[in-house]
T-cell receptor, first 112, second 113 residues
Framework: DADVTQTPRNRITKTGKRIMLECSQT?????MYWYRQDPGLGLRLIYY???????NKGEISDGYSVSRQAQAKFSLSLESAIPNQTALYFC???????????FGQGTRLTVV | AQSVTQLGSHVSVSEGALVLLRCNYS??????LFWYVQYPNQGLQLLLK??????LVKGINGFEAEFKKSETSFHLTKPSAHMSDAAEYFC???????????FGKGTLLTVNP
């Protein structure tokens, strides 16, 4: 089984719908992250959490929210999806500062 | 604020040729530097990292990178490209003022037979 699991892997949704992307990890790491990948723009940080009670906005948090349900679970929500949120979304975990980040397989989200 | 610049969004080499992917960073404090690789339809995986110590870092699959503080660079090299190296490569930085990874925009490596 993968260390970092994202569900769903692919999703098509309509403008205005609420959607949740889920991430679970078996690494035992405290730190979890949500990134968005767009062609030519690399990965941009949406939200990050250093432990269950610590959640922080990244560089592109507008239009997104997160929930850290447990050490192992970190979900990303789009309250009202819009087409420019069409992207590849990655969840990642790390053990501490400056350590390797482990990535999930990604969720390809299309908003029509 | 820290940032990463990858020169060249697309690099094409012949099989057996040298691979050179460029990365420059800006950081107000000593950085921690990473190279990640993304194969099609997959997540990112770590190739190598520089934290402290030896400035020439060896990674997986024959890749290596050299940290040059004076040039604020961390270029990735491989002496001889293989078809299986075709992927997108990302340089990333973190530092003590900002405990998060900041990624470059990526370089797509194509290997021609």
């Amino acid at each position: 089984d993968a260390d970092v699991t994202q569900t769903p892997r692919n999703r098509i949704t309509k403008t205005g719908k609420r959607i949740m992307l889920e991430c679970s990890q078996t690494k035992g790491h405290d730190r979890m992250y949500w990134y968005r990948q767009d062609p030519g723009l690399g990965l941009r940080l949406i939200y990050y959490s250093f432990d269950v009670k610590d959640i922080n906005k990244g560089e592109i948090s507008d239009g997104y929210s997160v929930s850290r349900q447990a050490q192992a679970k970190f979900s990303l929500s789009l309250e009202s999806a819009i087409p420019n949120q069409t992207a590849l979304y990655f969840c990642a975990t790390s053990e501490g500062a400056h350590t390797e980040a482990f990535f999930g397989q990604g969720t390809r989200l299309t908003v029509v | 604020a820290q940032s990463v610049t990858q020169l060249g969004s697309h690099v094409s080499v012949s099989e057996g040729a040298l691979v050179l992917l460029r990365c420059n960073y800006s950081s107000s404090v000593p950085p921690y530097l990473f190279w990640y690789v993304q194969y099609p339809n997959q997540g990112l995986q770590l190739l190598l990292k520089y934290t402290t110590g030896a400035t020439l870092v060896k990674g997986i699959n024959g890749f290596e990178a050299e940290f040059k503080k004076s040039e604020t660079s961390f270029h990735l090299t491989k002496p001889s490209a293989h078809m299986s190296d075709a992927a997108e490569y990302f340089c990333a930085v973190s530092d003590d003022s900002n405990y998060k990874l900041t990624f470059g925009k990526g370089t797509l490596l194509t290997v021609n037979p």
